[in-house]
T-cell receptor
């Protein structure tokens, strides 16, 4: 079975400060990892993914994530958070040769002005 | 270009009634997925269509749920004899190919409330 854990239900940061949203995974075989963001009453919006290659992945809106195989983590980061980054963030994993996304429970990010 | 579209955006129904939810994938995308987002269960996979292959229905929670995809494009998710526990947001996604590495692009969802 594959699973994703997002250990923090909520993350609160001040605008301009670094933002980190944590994600750890458990999957047999190679993991393929995704981050999505959801704004209120909207669908999921793709941010970035790790498939292979460089462990540091850069995505949309200034976000990046680092794949760490030894720690089975894929934390999402942004060097300087904006109020508009306030949303619900989901980490997800797919096992190779599969196609079903398994999602974490989500982390609510609030960026205060 | 146009993204994944879903209709209706909101649906309120009475317990025991049937509902149909529609998904229009991104033009040219061959793979289509349905997921459900609920407070108790989070985001969970329901069903997967790829081209003319038999769909993977392994995530459907009961036999009251069914889905079809006509002409390799539009998909309809049908819930018969709705129950209150069916209340959730139903999300559709599509990808350009069937590979596990492909990014799934999601629609805005249909918010279903069963009274």
């Amino acid at each position: 079975a594959q699973s994703v854990a997002q250990p923090e239900d909520q993350v609160n940061v001040a605008e301009g400060n670094p933002l980190t949203v944590k994600c750890t995974y458990s999957v047999s075989g190679n993991p393929y990892l995704f981050w999505y963001v959801q704004y209120p009453n909207r669908g999921l919006q793709f941010l970035l993914k790790y498939i292979t290659g460089d462990n540091l992945v850069k995505g949309s809106y200034g976000f990046e994530a680092e794949f760490n195989k030894s720690q089975t983590s894929f934390h999402l980061k942004k060097p300087s958070a904006l109020v508009s980054d306030s949303a619900l963030y989901f980490c997800a994993v797919i096992r190779s040769n599969d196609y079903k996304l398994s999602f974490g429970a989500g982390t609510t990010v609030t960026v205060r002005a | 270009g146009a993204g994944v579209s879903q209709s209706p955006s909101n649906k309120v129904t009475e317990k025991g009634k049937d509902v149909e939810l529609r998904c229009d994938p991104i033009s040219g995308h061959t793979a289509l997925y349905w997921y459900r987002q609920s407070l108790g269960q989070g985001l969970e996979f329901l069903i997967y269509f790829q081209g003319n292959s038999a769909p993977d229905k392994s995530g459907l929670p009961s036999d009251r749920f069914s889905a079809e995809r006509t002409g390799g494009s539009v998909s309809t998710l049908t819930i018969q004899r709705t129950q209150q526990e069916d209340s959730a947001v139903y999300l559709c996604a599509s990808t350009s190919q069937s590979g596990w590495y492909e990014t799934q692009y999601f629609g805005p969802g249909t918010r279903l409330l069963v009274l």
